[in-house]
């Protein structure tokens, strides 16, 4: 049996942990990272960093490498691979699970502004604040770039490139995150309005707490929808039992 992982996040370190611990010692087990994280953190088992080429150079791949099963871990954000990893796998007959950390749901005392993209919640901001904690990550800054009336604290695992705000200061951090952290960005910055990306997850969430302690606003882009049809899971543990169904004895 071979199980192709897409993805460097916590759920796929976690699953990539679990297949090489309960899957036979002749099964393989690879990770696939995107390559866009400068020192990401390595999975047990094969690891390959880069693209494919598309959706036909991924499912070319699951063909010449006898993939048993392929699981899109990747961020929910992700969604050119997650699209691709749907159409190859149907092209390559290799059944697809996507493993999706669980959403946030807002809280009593939250006050959340859901929007569909980083434009809507850039087009959002100058209504909402003046000093901006943003964490979305260093892709995407472009949306923000013009919003020159603005102060950003923009944090994220690499230094980001431009275009970008003009007014930012730029903080360098991994999750997770402490509520005390946060908590202490927000009153040293003077934040009064954080963005964020639905990623769901603990490690990055006492940010949305710390924001409802402050009472202030948050602006919030929904995750895309899994490709129709895609079977998903919301733990490595779920994604192990679907495993379990489609590997039959294998796992």
Do not use: C, Y
């Amino acid at each position: 049996m071979h199980v192709l992982v897409l993805g460097g996040t916590t759920e796929a370190r976690r699953l990539a942990e679990a297949l090489v611990d309960t899957l036979p010692a002749a099964a393989r087990v690879t990770s696939s990272l995107a390559g866009r994280v400068t020192s990401p953190k390595l999975p047990p088992g094969e690891v390959r960093v880069g693209g494919f080429g598309g959706a036909e150079g991924l499912a070319a791949w699951l063909r010449t490498h006898r993939v048993s099963a392929l699981i899109d871990a990747t961020h929910p954000f992700a969604e050119t691979i997650s699209f691709n990893a749907a159409a190859a796998a149907a092209a390559a007959h290799v059944p697809l699970l996507a493993l999706r950390r669980p959403g946030w749901v807002p809280g009593e005392g939250d006050a959340w502004h859901a929007v569909g993209s980083l434009a809507d919640a850039a087009s959002e901001l100058p209504a909402l604040g003046q000093r901006v904690f943003l964490t979305t990550g260093r892709m995407g800054l472009a949306a923000f770039a013009e919003l020159d009336q603005l102060w950003f604290l923009m944090r994220s695992v690499d230094a980001p490139e431009t275009p970008h705000p003009a007014h930012m200061e730029v903080l360098l951090d991994r999750g997770p995150f402490t509520l005390e952290g946060e908590r202490e960005l927000i009153r040293r910055h003077r934040i009064d309005v954080v963005v964020t990306k639905d990623s769901g997850g603990a490690a990055t969430a006492p940010k949305l707490a710390a924001a409802r302690e402050a009472r202030i606003p948050v602006v919030v882009v929904r995750r895309p929808p899994v490709p129709e049809g895609v079977a998903v899971a919301g733990t490595p543990e779920q994604a192990l039992t679907w495993l379990h169904a489609h590997g039959g004895s294998q796992v």
